[in-house]
């Protein structure tokens, strides 16, 4: 099969297989075995690992387009995105994460970019017809269907399920009403040590 160019920007062509390579490269350094069974969290690891070697110098992300603002003697692109190639890197990285079966994560794929972790998570406030707010909510469209699909597939449901209540609201089945059967108390409902058999609670301090 012949490598796929994923992005062209000036004279630069990135390919798949430089993605592959990188990929391969971190998890020889965090011994990481087989990558569809590690965890989420190294997974961003491996991200922030392939954002750094591909991207090193993120500058190739940038606009390469500028215009006059007052008071500048030169034009400048004021540091902004190519958004059409974040856009193509998006897809790229929802295809990894699909390939690898990983949550789709802002965090993630900021890591992936190179840049600061809350980058993409930021775009959620741009407005909607933006390119930017786009990606961001593609990648949080698709992080639904990835745990959708998560809750048949990980044996790890509840967990599945909860980050599923906990961002979405999707009520799903299982953890709403498991978390209505557990009382919750304040610091001072707390029993005293030594005052006999503790049972399992769920702790949250006065105000929270």
Aim: with cysteine.
């Amino acid at each position: 099969m012949d490598d796929e160019l994923i992005i062209k920007v000036d004279e630069l062509e990135i390919y798949d297989n430089d993605f592959e390579i990188a990929i391969a490269e971190a998890c020889q350094k965090f011994g990481i075995d087989d990558l569809t069974t590690t965890s989420q969290r190294r997974w961003k690891r491996v991200m922030e690992f392939v954002g750094k070697r591909i991207f090193r110098d993120n500058k190739i992300l940038r606009d390469k387009n500028t215009v006059w603002l007052e008071g500048n003697n030169i034009p400048t692109n004021n540091n902004r995105f190519d958004y059409n190639i974040i856009n193509i890197l998006c897809d790229y990285y929802m295809s990894l994460s699909d390939q690898y079966d990983k949550l789709i994560s802002a965090e993630a794929f900021s890591l992936f970019l190179n840049i600061p972790r809350d980058t993409i998570g930021s775009w959620k406030d741009e407005e909607p017809s933006s390119t930017r707010f786009h990606i961001y909510k593609k990648l949080k469209d698709f992080r639904l269907e990835c745990i959708k699909d998560n809750s048949y597939d990980n044996g790890n449901v509840t967990g599945t399920m909860y980050v599923g209540n906990v961002e979405y609201g999707t009520n799903l089945p299982g953890v709403k009403e498991d978390s209505a059967r557990r009382k919750v108390l304040t610091a001072a409902e707390l029993p005293k040590f030594g005052g006999g058999e503790v049972k399992e609670i769920d702790v949250v301090v006065d105000g929270e």
